[in-house]
């Protein structure tokens, strides 16, 4: 598959010569000193909390990162490595909220909601990794990050993307993971969970915890990637060329960290780039900008020969009206034609802040849509059935002939969310629209094959381990 070009090559070198004048004049602030100090170790000049990173140190670095990555499941059988298996569909993260899917309020999510979720994303085909979609507001103290990962692992065997807080809550994931996998020789061995943070605050500032945990990572050789974050006339200047320019120089600063941790470090250009709507200040998310962004930085990404990916194909609308389906669907067809690898697409509403079943259900159909598109069309001599339509002729059908037979569960994406009855069968089956087509579907899935996936005994092990962690338990929806 050839992809579009937002840009073109000349735009792409200028942002490039840009990243680097910024890098080399202003760098970073960068707050956690052992970080100033492998920059400094490895030739960037060091003043007080502000790096500077000479070119010829940017050069050598970036051209350091391999051209993959793989993202590791506890089944093998899910493993996904980009670009190769591209697009990989991965859930957007972190919402605070969820709307109830008995009351169809919204309301604070609790642990019981990820199981639930995950059970859902391992059971919808369009979805290849979990990224933790909501928060658990009834995480006991200490207890945050498992509290949303104990779930998880019960409920999905896909890859899990991870964030973490501090070094304790880092040390307290490892665990569980280590004793899921049966030790942390065999965790290492087939790392199924994937770390990610924002190192990089935009403007042009490198923090303390998720430094530390990225290069926590990064020495170890487990599986961390980074996103940067401009927001275009708040963050960054509000211009997406200088937006561009900004988040490159971020991204450099980003993957040149973790190469000198440890070379050859694979990571993935990730990006969450919008344009702020300045009458309010509004996370726009799901503004046409922020897809337009993603796609020029997937041509910076091909520049560098890195895996890309981002927030993209995200949505501002409260409820799954006709914003929230063009808003997603504009911006992930975009992405997806100028050659990003990874879409955190999956479920969530109103700028990333409240996750709803049913726009996760209807994710999985766009997803299954996209990897179509990806799919391309096939121009083998089978597939151009010249000797076909010569033996049809005019006026001839193919409805019944093998070669119709043999593809049409195939060639064309068997939708199931959206309706293509005529308008009296729709009536008929009760006029429904697809937001209650969407819950429909995720209550038959919640009802079926809702066993933990992990064996009792584990089980056991897990909250020995971890007295008073939640309860973990797939709740019916009544």
Not at 299 to 316: E, H, K, S
Not at 362 to 376: F, H, L, S
């Amino acid at each position: 598959m050839s992809y579009a070009t937002f840009l073109t090559q000349e735009q792409v070198e200028r942002i490039h010569e840009v990243s680097l004048e910024i890098l080399e004049d202003a760098g970073l602030k960068v707050r956690y000193e052992p970080a100033r100090d492998l920059f400094k170790k490895h030739g960037c000049t060091v003043e007080e909390e502000r790096v500077k990173f000479p070119r010829a140190v940017v050069e050598k670095y970036r051209k350091m990162v391999p051209s993959s990555f793989t993202f590791h499941a506890r089944d093998p059988k899910f493993d996904k490595t980009i670009p190769r298996d591209s697009p990989v569909i991965v859930t957007a993260s972190s919402a605070p909220d969820i709307i109830d899917p008995v009351t169809g309020v919204e309301r604070r999510a609790e642990s019981a909601d990820i199981a639930r979720i995950a059970h859902l994303i391992n059971e919808l085909p369009g979805y290849d990794i979990f990224s933790i979609s909501t928060l658990a507001d009834d995480a006991p103290a200490g207890q945050f990050t498992i509290s949303r990962l104990y779930p998880s692992i019960k409920y999905c065997l896909k890859p899990i993307r991870v964030t973490t807080t501090d070094r304790k809550d880092t040390n307290s994931i490892m665990q569980m993971a280590y004793l899921v996998a049966g030790g942390e020789e065999a965790y290492k061995e087939h790392p199924f969970l994937t770390h990610h943070y924002c190192p990089v605050v935009s403007p042009l500032t490198m923090d303390n915890l998720s430094t530390e945990n990225v290069m926590y990572f990064a020495g170890e050789g487990l599986p961390v990637y980074p996103t940067i974050v401009p927001n275009a006339g708040l963050t960054s200047p509000m211009s997406m060329a200088g937006t561009l320019a900004q988040g490159n120089a971020e991204f450099l600063s980003a993957l040149m960290l973790m190469q000198m941790v440890k070379e050859g470090t694979p990571t993935i250009y990730a990006t969450l780039a919008t344009v702020a709507d300045m009458r309010t200040g509004a996370y726009t998310s799901g503004a046409i900008e922020c897809g337009m962004l993603h796609m020029a930085f997937a041509q910076l990404a091909r520049f560098y020969d890195v895996p890309c990916g981002g927030y993209i194909g995200l949505t501002n609308a409260k409820v799954n009206d006709a914003q929230a389906g063009y808003e997603t669907g504009m911006s992930a067809m975009g992405g997806l034609a100028s050659g990003m690898d990874m879409f955190n697409i999956g479920g969530l509403i109103d700028a990333l802040k409240t996750f709803d079943f049913a726009k996760a259900v209807i994710d999985d159909e766009v997803a299954q849509m996209m990897k179509r598109a990806k799919r391309g069309i096939n121009f083998s001599d089978d597939e151009l059935a010249v000797n076909l339509i010569k033996e049809i002729g005019p006026g001839g059908s193919y409805i019944v002939a093998k070669h119709t037979i043999s593809r049409m569960k195939t060639e064309a994406v068997m939708t199931k969310m959206a309706d293509r009855d005529p308008r009296t069968i729709w009536e008929k089956k009760g006029s429904t629209d697809i937001h209650a087509r969407a819950m429909k579907r995720m209550k038959e899935i919640m009802a079926s094959n809702s066993a933990p996936l992990i064996s009792p005994e584990l089980d056991e092990k897990l909250r020995a381990e971890f007295p008073g962690m939640v309860t973990g338990v797939l709740e019916p929806i009544e």
